[in-house]
């Protein structure tokens, strides 16, 4: 598949720095790209390792710079929040595992270093989400105000309450009981991740590395939102990098990938970390993974998409194929979490609400009489 030459830079800039020639570099397009994509304090931090800092263009350095002292400051503030709620929570003898940027944060990963993220997720038991709730709001974390079928979407449908906010601070927490919503028939027993949970000098519980590598890539292939796509797949690759040489790991990721039922998931990580980052996988792991790929004419369509939608993009250098993949990854996120029958009533749902919005502003009832209704089990 031919790439831009926007993609082209930014990757090779972000494997191989070293053979870089930057005078050739359009930077301007480069930082755009790069800033789309929350990628530019990564990049930093990938130069800098390089000792690559002092070769970049004056105007280059301050764009790549901001946004390293941005993430820096986020990554503070992550840890912060960690332990804040983690006192909370144990207070009433609830253990949280964090998730995704904050547990890579936890760890001191080097995934962590210049990755943006958005808010604090966390994990708990189901019977105990009330039950923390109930202490996060003693704590001044509140939910944004939804209407009613919203509240019935996430305590019904979703594998996690309304997202809460802090009063003061204004983060963003977002409380899950699984990695999936039920709805999807696929959300695995949650008990076969944290059973490899650890804990941090920072006294909060994370999933070890390879359970975050899998839950990583079970969100990557369940999205339905790709802009922040490469952001995503460079995730893995620093994973699969840094833990290339640990037996262990490797073994513990495709056990739980059998386990809980998302080899395919693992396969297609693997084979686009490969195809767009050239990403050294274990030969040996690999082979294995080929059992696990799907039909040609499957993995062929895939890759249409994938090999799309995973690249850099930007609006002003998307090509009308990148437009129309994009579109197939956000439908088959979306059927992949809900059953069609479910899907089209939701969706009709939201276009009835956005059309009374648009029409009456904010006049519109926030409360409504749809009530979701449960899956059709033939669905």
């Not at 400051?73 to 929570?89: K, P, T, V």
């Not at 999936?180 to 994370?206: H, M, W």
């Not at 992949?336 to 519109?364: C, Q, V, W």
Request: with cysteine.
């Amino acid at each position: 598949m031919q790439i831009s030459q926007q993609q082209r830079q930014l990757i090779q800039l972000f494997r191989h720095p070293d053979e870089v020639e930057f005078s050739n570099i359009d930077w301007e397009a480069l930082i755009l790209t790069g800033r789309q994509n929350g990628f530019l304090a990564r990049l930093y931090y990938q130069l800098e390792r390089h000792q690559r800092l002092e070769d970049l263009p004056q105007y280059a350095f301050k764009h790549l710079h901001s946004a390293k002292v941005f993430a820096d400051a986020q990554r503070q503030q992550a840890i912060f929040e960690a332990n804040e709620i983690n006192n909370s929570l144990s207070a009433i003898e609830i253990s949280p595992v964090f998730l995704k940027g904050t547990a890579y944060t936890l760890l001191d990963h080097p995934v962590a270093y210049g990755r943006i993220f958005n808010d604090i997720d966390v994990l708990v038991p189901k019977p105990l989400i009330e039950k923390t709730e109930k202490q996060m709001l003693l704590y001044t974390w509140f939910p944004e105000p939804i209407d009613e079928y919203d509240q019935h979407y996430y305590r019904q449908w979703v594998h996690e309450i309304p997202p809460l906010k802090h009063a003061s601070r204004r983060t963003i927490a977002d409380v899950h009981h699984n990695i999936l919503p039920p709805i999807s028939g696929r959300a695995p027993n949650i008990d076969l991740f944290t059973q490899y949970k650890i804990k941090t000098e920072y006294q909060c519980y994370v999933l070890s590395p390879a359970a975050l590598t899998l839950h990583s890539l079970v969100h990557l292939f369940f999205e339905e939102d790709f802009s922040k796509g490469f952001r995503d797949l460079s995730d893995l690759h620093i994973l699969f990098s840094t833990h290339y040489q640990d037996e262990k790991y490797w073994q513990q990721l495709r056990f739980l990938a059998y386990e809980t039922g998302f080899t395919l998931e693992l396969f297609l990580a693997c084979h686009y970390c490969e195809a767009i980052l050239q990403t050294a996988i274990p030969f040996t792991f690999k082979h294995e993974l080929v059992a696990f790929s799907p039909s040609p004419m499957q993995l062929k369509c895939l890759n249409w998409i994938f090999l799309r939608v995973l690249q850099p993009s930007h609006p002003n250098y998307e090509s009308t194929s990148y437009r129309l993949a994009r579109l197939l990854a956000m439908l088959r996120g979306h059927i992949k979490k809900m059953p069609i029958r479910i899907l089209l009533y939701h969706t009709g749902h939201k276009l009835i609400k956005a059309f009374e919005r648009g029409i009456l502003g904010r006049y519109s009832d926030t409360s409504s009489n749809l009530q979701p209704q449960p899956p059709d089990k033939n669905n």
